[in-house]
């Protein structure tokens, strides 16, 4: 799709310019050739008004938003105040910066982001970037004021903390009094978690609490005051960090909340992304990357070692551990960059790198020995996001069940002979098969999507052949069908889905519900509800080869091109995929889907496709749906659910927070009560779940046995065995 037929007369006319150029060009030295060149771009110049990047940039995606997008909205004067609205929202959601009479400033540019986008005119961007700059040097000042002195605990105050029900103030003295509250909040709540690693509450386990209890009581405990000093030095360090990061924005991160305003009000999955975030969705896609194989988290002023992926470079290095604080990172022989101070997403460029080459670390150990690392980068495979296969068995159930979990659809889009969901699947299948398995669970729950591609092949793994999805724009709508006249399984067909499941999880779903080729078991009333198809478009490829270098990187967009309906007719937009059996949520209080997000495309329905149900393993939903719903009212761990979920949705709705030390300590209990009244965390024994392929060495070991002990805690793994059992049972 690199031509699109829209009026763009800035690139039309360097095209022109361009072509002439090409066509007239003989051989000769690297000296004529650059002299030829930059003649060229000279043209070029002259004939692009202003030679404004963002005046091209604002031109390519009003075309790309109008011509491309599924909803062929006209970017007028009436989306303008839509975007502006959300423009607001970008710039400061938890009105904790603008006051009245900042947003009235930036109420005359509500009807012109039609305009600023096609001419590339930043006047939104210039006033707003002017008040922020007032206010944050003011706030920032205030707030390092006020955490200098003691606060008032026993005086009893609030805070409201959902920004949507707060409003803009009248002035800085409410401004002041707003982020007073919000600061003195975060002290309080600071200080209770300081005295519960203090007291020695924050450890998971049992051995580890046991010794670090141990341990505090032999060291002097800190008093009140100290701790609460203790408190306020690190919501300083933390605010101070804040203040500096949003004093340095970068112009690209002035343009992307001007941009993605605008592309929002198409609908919530069309995203202009910046060249930097292309390269993490490819990331994702591919399940892959060149670095040196470890996930850090930021703490305070520092970047800390969350984790080493198994396998990786870190991990076959043995040097860099979890905890380890990096100081400063070097390239090769290069002088090492502090990142003391630097935001992770700037401190992972300077990490990752390509396959082969050196990276130092400066770390700091947890003992405080102070040590320089060198890794060779090398390919990390993410693990957790391929497919996993096992085989579990209950010991009350006479059978054996093949699990396949399927974390997304992914797909090298790089590699035609890189990793695949569909391929992988297949191969799940047919090892399980190998091993006599009598029924398979397909785990879709939490897979937000991906490659349609996969969705449609891994469908067809189920059935012989025939339709899988159909796919429209404003034309008549295809239809993707699984064409290889073979099913690599047959027998009973279990699908795990949950209110995170969708796009192309939703596909599958409801496509092997359509087909009645399997029984379909929720976590929830229903899947996430995103029926549309996005593409990515790099917008490289709208400028002439002779404009691109000169322009500099212009990054991609993920726009939404169309709509995905079932075979049935029914869209998976908004309604979802309803489960035939649904099964108690622990995320039951979250407001989720697609029908809770702003500018959603509505749900519709075109005329269905000819298709052939399923004819064999015919079961009995009614029945089934009853026996579960007899043992999950038996079953105390889905009851843990089912109150947990009550209560945390009367608690959502309190979103005023005390501010006072004895309010705090009751509302802080009183979570550690119920979250610890409602924990499902034992293994159950009588799950037992053994490896399909023999495990290779400790990389393989280590991610199976975590693999292993989340199926046996999970209540909702065991209940869906007994469904399949009441399947068998009734063949």
């Known amino acids: 799709m690199k031509l699109l037929a829209f009026s763009m007369a800035i690139l039309f006319t360097a095209s022109s310019v361009v072509a002439k150029e090409v066509t007239s060009r003989k051989a000769s030295d690297e000296e004529v050739e650059m002299e030829k060149r930059m003649s060229t771009i000279g043209a070029i110049k002259k004939q692009i008004p202003g030679w404004d990047k963002n005046a091209i940039v604002g031109e390519i995606l009003k075309g790309v938003l109008e011509k491309v997008h599924y909803s062929h909205k006209e970017i007028n004067d009436n989306l303008s105040k839509q975007a502006f609205k ?4 970008r710039v400061d959601y938890g009105k904790q910066f603008l006051t009245d009479d900042d947003v009235e400033k930036l109420e005359k540019f509500e009807a012109q982001f039609d305009d600023q986008l096609k001419t590339g005119d930043q006047s939104i961007i210039n006033t707003t970037e002017k008040i922020i700059n007032k206010r944050l040097p003011m706030v920032a000042k205030y707030v390092d004021s006020i955490l200098k002195k003691d606060f008032d605990f026993k005086k009893k105050e609030t805070y409201e903390t959902d920004p949507k029900k707060r409003e803009y103030v009248d002035d800085e003295d409410e401004l002041k009094e707003r982020w007073r509250k919000l600061v003195k909040l975060e002290v309080l709540i600071q200080y209770f978690e300081l005295k519960d690693e203090q007291d020695g509450l924050n450890d998971d386990k049992k051995d580890k609490k046991e010794k670090t209890v141990k341990k505090k009581k032999e060291e002097k ?54 060249p930097e975030e292309k390269e993490d969705f490819d990331i994702d896609m591919s399940g892959k990357l060149e670095g040196i194989g470890a996930m850090l988290r930021e703490e305070g002023s520092f970047i800390k070692v969350e984790r080493i992926i198994p396998g990786s470079a870190s991990w076959k290095g043995k040097e860099l551990k979890a905890e380890d604080v990096i100081l400063a990172v070097g390239q090769g022989n290069d002088d090492p960059v502090d990142i003391v101070d630097m935001s992770i997403r700037d401190a992972v460029k300077l990490i990752r790198g390509p396959k082969g080459t050196v990276v130092k670390l400066k770390v700091k150990k947890p003992d405080g020995e102070i040590k320089v690392i060198p890794i060779v980068r ?21 059978q054996k069940i093949g699990y396949i979990h399927v974390p997304k659809f992914y797909r090298d889009f790089q590699d035609p002979n890189g990793p695949n969901s569909s391929t992988d699947v297949k191969k799940a299948i047919l090892a399980l ?99 549309t198809v996005q593409a990515i478009l790099n917008l490289q490829d709208y400028l002439h080869p002779m404009v691109s270098p000169v322009i500099g990187p212009i990054g991609a967009m993920k726009i939404t091109t169309d709509m995905f309906y079932r075979i049935n ?60 719903e007899k043992r999950v009212k038996k079953d105390p761990r889905f009851q843990k659910i089912v109150d947990s979920v009550n209560w945390s949705k009367a608690r959502k709705e309190k979103s005023k927070r005390f501010i006072s030390l004895k309010e705090m300590e009751t509302y802080r209990k ?33 991610s199976f046995k975590e693999f292993q002990e989340e199926l046996q805690k999970d209540p909702v793994v065991e209940e869906t065995l007994f469904i399949m059992s009441d399947m068998l049972s009734s063949k």
């Open 86 to 89: 959300m423009y607001l929202e």
């Open 221 to 274: 405990k800190k008093s009140y005051a100290q701790l609460m000093k203790e408190s306020r030095e690190k919501v300083a360090k933390r605010y101070k960090k804040v203040f500096k990061r949003l004093q340095e924005e970068k112009a690209n991160d002035r343009l992307d909340k001007f941009y993605n305003s605008i592309t929002r009000i198409y609908d919530p999955h069309t995203v202009y992304m910046m």
């Open 378 to 398: 090398d390919k990390v495979v993410i693990e957790e996001a391929y497919v996993k296969s096992t085989i579990i068995e209950h010991k009350k159930l006479k």
């Open 433 to 531: 098969k190998k091993k006599g398995v009598d029924g398979i669970i397909l785990n879709l729950r939490n897979n937000g999507g991906g490659a349609l591609q996969d969705a449609t092949l891994m469908g067809g793994l189920f059935i012989d052949s025939g339709p899988i999805v159909q796919v429209k724009n404003r034309g008549n709508a295809s239809v993707h069908r699984d064409t290889d006249g073979k099913t690599y399984w047959d027998k009973p067909l279990i699908v795990l889905i949950n209110r995170f499941s969708a796009s192309a999880s939703e596909i599958v779903a409801g496509a092997l519900k359509d087909y009645d080729r399997a029984v379909i078991v929720g976590s929830s009333e229903q899947t996430h509800g995103k029926g």
């Open 569 to 628: 007719g029914m869209s998976t937009q908004f309604r979802g995929v309803r489960p035939h059996i649904e099964l108690p949520d622990r995320y039951g209080y979250v407001e989720s889907g697609e029908k809770s997000l702003e500018y959603a495309i509505s749900y519709a329905e075109i005329p269905p496709v000819k298709y052939k149900e399923w004819k064999k393993n015919k079961f009995d939903i009614a029945s089934l749906k009853s026996n579960s």
């Open 670 to 702: 009183e979570a550690r009560d119920v979250s610890e009244k409602y924990k499902i965390d034992d293994i159950h024994e009588d799950i037992q779940v053994t490896s399909v392929e023999k495990l290779k060495d400790e990389v393989h070991k280590e």
